[in-house]
């Protein structure tokens, strides 16, 4: 998870041309969503929304990297 975490968040990275808040909680979206997949557009919103609020949280606590 953590590897797929990573390379979403370099190509948003790459493509935005940016280093901010918003490159995590994008990739937590693209991520969680795409591992809840499986159990349907609900889980995979929640997903979406469960791993970027999370990823979002992260960066605010420990500070971007």
Request: aromatic share 10%.
């Amino acid at each position: 998870i953590s590897g797929l975490f990573g390379g979403v968040e370099c190509v948003i990275e790459k493509y935005r041309g940016k280093h901010d808040v918003w490159n995590p909680v994008i990739s937590g979206c693209i991520v969680g969503g795409s591992l809840a997949a499986n159990g349907g557009p609900t889980a995979s919103c929640l997903g979406c929304v469960g791993f970027a609020g999370f990823s979002f949280l992260m960066d605010k606590l420990l500070g971007q990297h």
